[in-house]
């Protein structure tokens, strides 16, 4: 009798083993099999995201450069008009500016000093002979190359001084920082930056320019129909950058 129950017990175990592990099994191959077109769907959905990505990513770097390619810039610098003697006015001695941004800028200069701020006019108009003298007499007396002048100062032609909208600060109790970077540590940098938009500046050369080293004293107009085209390709590369 006890042999016959160790005979039961032994045949029952493997065959229910047996039995579990088969259904098992098929049952995961019929999971995979009823699955296996959702998840062929969302390998080749993901790979073609990826490819139009690429293909999207591509394309803008081929426009960009297409576009650059085409601005006419030299070294980094795009070409501007000198502006006529009869658009600029003397806002100071020996510093013209056009008359479009005249009125905007000295009623900058005035709210400033309401805030205890005291901006310098440094730089304004600059004819295409003066901006050759500092192009080329400052490259040669610094032993410099033309792109590595380039990043400091506009060829003549270049320059967004010669078109008049263009402005160089000065704070006027760090004087020791004109035409140095550390004038972004200055109270009238501060202040431009907080509020310069409100009399339609912008800083023309940031931290992030491409080609030309970051300039925080130099400063644009751009509250006028004129001085929104002549800006619009600077513009335009600044938002393809951007993008």
């Known amino acids: 009798m006890e042999k016959e129950k160790e005979k039961k017990t032994i045949f029952d175990i493997p065959v229910a083993q047996r039995i579990y592990f ?21 390998i080749s959905l993901f790979g073609l995201m990826i490819t139009n990505e690429l293909k999207v990513f591509s394309f803008k770097n081929r426009a960009n450069l297409l576009i650059e390619k085409n601005d006419g810039s030299i070294l980094g610098h795009l070409p501007y008009e000198e502006i006529s003697e009869n658009k600029l006015v003397d806002i100071e001695p020996h510093i013209k500016v056009h008359i479009d941004m005249s009125e905007s800028l000295l009623k900058m200069r005035e709210d400033a000093e309401k805030d205890n701020v005291y901006l310098v006019f440094l730089s304004g108009y600059r004819s295409q002979k003066l901006q050759k003298d500092i192009f080329y007499s400052l490259k040669s007396m610094r032993n410099q190359i033309a792109a590595d002048r380039a990043r400091v100062s506009a060829p003549p032609g270049y320059s967004e001084h010669s078109t008049g909208f263009a ?65 619009e390709p600077s513009n335009r590369r600044i938002r393809n950058y951007k993008n």
């Open 167 to 231: 402005i160089d600060f000065g704070d006027a109790t760090k004087r020791e920082t004109d035409f140095e970077v550390e004038f972004e540590n200055t109270d009238a940098f501060r202040w431009l930056i907080k509020n310069a938009a409100k009399y339609h500046f912008r800083l023309s050369f940031t931290k992030n320019s491409k080609y030309v080293d970051y300039e925080p004293w130099h400063w644009r107009y751009e509250g006028s129909i004129e001085a929104l085209k002549i800006f």
């Open 22 to 42: 088969e259904n098992s099994n098929l049952n995961l191959f019929r999971k995979l099999f009823f699955l296996s077109p959702v998840i062929l769907f969302l």
